[in-house]
């Protein structure tokens, strides 16, 4: 176990840096100079350019500035963006925490619903509510997310005119309090149920198949022809044995959290990250871009780790397999 | 599943030509058992009934396809407008003109989306097939050459499966620019990983096989053993999986598109919707025409790509 975790670890740590290594050569060999862009649209003189381009060490070899790059990420430092000159760092942490507010919220409804759904539609295989569930998911695999949002905006904000359009907060009123916590829950409806619909086919799938395999296995059979009640079999022990995938699944799902729901962001104008990326590739800024495929590279090594333990953790029989 | 009843049929017709005409005892035992023309073809009839139902993932998804390509080889004949034509009809909702109506610059929405379609198709297949090219290659040699090879190419699989891809392409559009051929490379070359890891998989399990011993005897090279032997042998799953990767590609292209960052010279549902966007209140169906196009794509080629699975392992039939 202790050496399959340490190759995993490697795995990662070149992941990291290959993503370090395309994504530096990209945004380096990519059109458009970030200096001009820098000194404003308002005829920047050829001096302005020029101090620019040293000040940020523009104007060095591609392969000095890596490194100088490498040198500053060791020692924690993201760079400063370009476009207000705050650490990268710190303006991620400021979009994460509304990312993560609206889709840890929406992965939590659609973890408890895709769950239940599977499980109750793995006790009657194909009868017409595991077929109806089956259509559905379907369906829902072919939306586009921003399509979705869309059309969700158009009925319940447009049509029926119950909910608010996008945004994150009503500007016009100045809530305080309670009322505050209100309003931005009456924003976030819309955005979290598109994007809890989305993950809801992924949780549905992977439960109903773990629990119709569980239900096959052989110590089911033993429990029922032992006269345990089927309700407590399926409580007490297929339950139980069937959840490990779904588990699994939310770790991998949290990984990439920020990128899967950066259209639907943008969608409803939720100041997260992904409505901050679209802003920082229209402005260049390059430090904050990289900035955040670095973070979003490295938790998603990081989560690939943390997968693999808990398995071993939860599943002890996985462990023995990756020993032998 | 056709293939071995086709052989029964085929028998059946050589088995009749062989015995009229012999000895009249033959011809009897035949006469008795019915005319075996008919009994094959009815047999035949019977097999592709039965293959239909066991297969109707598939068999939809192919049905599915075939509205799509004849949509897309016929939108110069059917679609009533030029797609990029303006006209003094901005948001004019579905009606005699314009049956799904106008966007915000007078263009007949059904248009773009007969002309869209052709789009869709082009960037899904070209993008899936290159995925499929490089996903092969790669994982065929991991998994046949084994050893350090392996390693070397199965870790760098791994490490490129971590890569979170939509963004990695959203920054590569949005910084070298949106034309649709380098949407297409750029999907396809970060959506392989699916492809190799099947691919290598499949190397793994059929480089124990007798076959591929044998030719290891007789002396044949790697790369014959890879070309001839190896990916011949594998390759169904990994289309399988690039019929889910058209899905991908698809979404991918319009998801683009929806922000902004497609090919501004062409016509794609993506863009559609992007338009729409604005009109959302005042006319819902630019987005709501637009974006069922896509659904209808995407799920066609779900269905396929589920199908093929279903038909490659039947056991799947009774999880899925």
């Given at each position: 176990m202790r050496r399959y975790l340490g190759k995993r670890t490697i795995t990662a740590i070149i992941s990291v840096l290959l993503?370090?290594?395309?994504?530096?050569?990209?945004?380096?060999?990519?059109?458009?100079?970030?200096?001009?862009?820098?000194?404003?649209?308002?005829?920047?003189s050829a001096e302005q350019v020029e101090l620019i381009t040293k000040k940020y060490g523009l104007d060095k070899p591609v392969y000095v500035q890596f490194l100088k790059y490498l040198g500053n990420l060791v020692r924690g430092d993201l760079g400063s963006s370009y476009y207000t000159n705050e650490p990268v760092a710190k303006l991620i942490g400021e979009k994460l925490g509304y990312t993560a507010l609206l889709t840890l919220t929406a992965l939590l409804i659609a973890v408890l619903l895709g769950t239940w759904a599977g499980i109750?539609?793995?006790?009657?295989?194909?009868?017409?509510?595991?077929?109806?569930?089956?259509?559905?998911?379907?369906?829902?695999?072919?939306?586009?997310?921003?399509?979705?949002?869309?059309?969700?905006?158009?009925?319940?904000?447009?049509?029926?005119?119950?909910?608010?359009?996008?945004?994150?907060?009503?500007?016009?009123e100045n809530y305080t309090g309670f009322r505050r916590v209100l309003d931005i829950a009456e924003h976030m409806v819309l955005?979290?149920?598109?994007?809890?619909?989305?993950?809801?086919?992924?949780?549905?799938?992977?439960?109903?198949?773990?629990?119709?395999?569980?239900?096959?296995?052989?110590?089911?059979?033993?429990?029922?022809?032992?006269?345990?009640?089927?309700?407590?079999?399926f409580r007490k022990y297929a339950f139980r044995n069937a959840i490990l995938p779904t588990v699994t699944a939310v770790s991998i799902h949290m990984a990439y959290i920020v990128t899967g729901s950066a259209l639907v962001e943008i969608v409803f104008g939720w100041p997260g990250m992904g409505s901050y990326v679209m802003q920082s590739i229209s402005r260049r800024d390059y430090p904050v871009l990289m900035g955040i495929y670095l973070m979003l590279s490295v938790s998603v090594a990081v989560m690939m780790i943390v997968i693999d333990v808990l398995y071993a953790v939860l599943d002890p029989r996985i462990s023995h397999a990756t020993r032998n | 599943m056709t293939r071995s009843n086709d052989k029964i049929a085929k028998l059946n017709e050589n088995r009749h030509l062989k015995l009229s005409g012999k000895s009249p005892e033959k011809r009897e035992r035949f006469l008795r058992h019915g005319r075996p023309h008919a009994h094959a073809h009815g047999a035949r009839r019977k097999a592709v009934k039965l293959f239909i139902r066991r297969n109707s993932r598939l068999c939809t998804g192919l049905g599915m396809l075939m509205v799509l390509l004849f949509i897309a080889a016929t939108a110069g004949v059917f679609s009533p407008y030029d797609p990029q034509a303006l006209s003094h009809d901005m948001v004019a909702p579905p009606g005699a003109a314009h049956p799904l109506g106008t966007d915000g610059l007078g263009r007949d929405v059904l248009s773009i989306i007969l002309h869209g379609s052709r789009i869709s198709l082009l960037v899904g297949f070209t993008a899936a097939v290159i995925s499929a090219i490089v996903g092969t290659l790669l994982g065929v040699t991991a998994g046949y050459w084994g050893g350090r090879v392996d390693a070397l190419v199965g870790e760098f699989i791994n490490a490129?499966?971590?890569?979170?891809?939509?963004?990695?392409?959203?920054?590569?559009?949005?910084?070298?620019?949106?034309?649709?051929?380098?949407?297409?490379?750029?999907?396809?070359?970060?959506?392989?990983?699916?492809?190799?890891?099947?691919?290598?998989?499949?190397?793994?399990?059929?480089?124990?096989?007798?076959?591929?011993?044998?030719?290891?005897?007789?002396?044949?090279?790697?790369?014959?053993?890879?070309?001839?032997?190896?990916?011949?042998?594998?390759?169904?799953?990994?289309?399988?999986?690039?019929?889910?990767?058209?899905?991908?590609?698809?979404?991918?292209?319009?998801?683009?598109?929806?922000?902004?960052?497609?090919?501004?010279?062409?016509?794609?549902?993506?863009?559609?919707?992007?338009?729409g966007k604005a009109y959302i209140t005042n006319g819902w169906w630019i987005c709501v025409y637009g974006g069922l196009a896509i659904v209808f794509t995407v799920i066609t080629f779900y269905l396929i790509g589920d199908g093929i699975n279903i038909l490659l392992n039947p056991k799947l039939r009774n999880v899925m």
């Open positions: 993503v370090l290594v395309i994504n530096f050569t990209i945004i380096r060999l990519a059109p458009g100079d970030p200096a001009r862009l820098l000194v404003g649209t308002e005829a920047p109750s539609c793995a006790r009657h295989i194909g009868g017409g509510l595991d077929n109806f569930v089956g259509s559905i998911t379907y369906v829902i695999d072919g939306f586009p997310s921003f399509w979705l949002g869309l059309m969700l905006m158009l009925v319940f904000a447009s049509v029926l005119g119950i909910l608010p359009y996008s945004g994150i907060m009503n500007i016009r955005p979290v149920a598109t994007l809890a619909i989305l993950h809801f086919p992924y949780y549905f799938r992977i439960s109903r198949a773990a629990m119709i395999q569980t239900l096959g296995e052989e110590y089911m059979t033993t429990l029922w022809v032992a006269g345990m009640p089927k309700r407590r079999i | 490129f499966m971590m890569m979170p891809t939509f963004f990695l392409i959203l920054i590569v559009i949005a910084l070298f620019g949106s034309g649709i051929g380098k949407v297409m490379i750029v999907i396809g070359l970060t959506g392989w990983t699916g492809n190799a890891k099947v691919m290598r998989a499949q190397a793994m399990s059929l480089r124990n096989r007798t076959f591929v011993k044998a030719a290891q005897a007789i002396g044949e090279s790697r790369g014959r053993i890879m070309f001839a032997h190896i990916i011949p042998n594998g390759i169904m799953p990994v289309i399988a999986n690039t019929a889910m990767g058209v899905c991908t590609a698809i979404m991918t292209e319009s998801s683009l598109s929806f922000l902004g960052l497609g090919d501004p010279n062409v016509v794609s549902w993506g863009q559609l919707i992007y338009n």
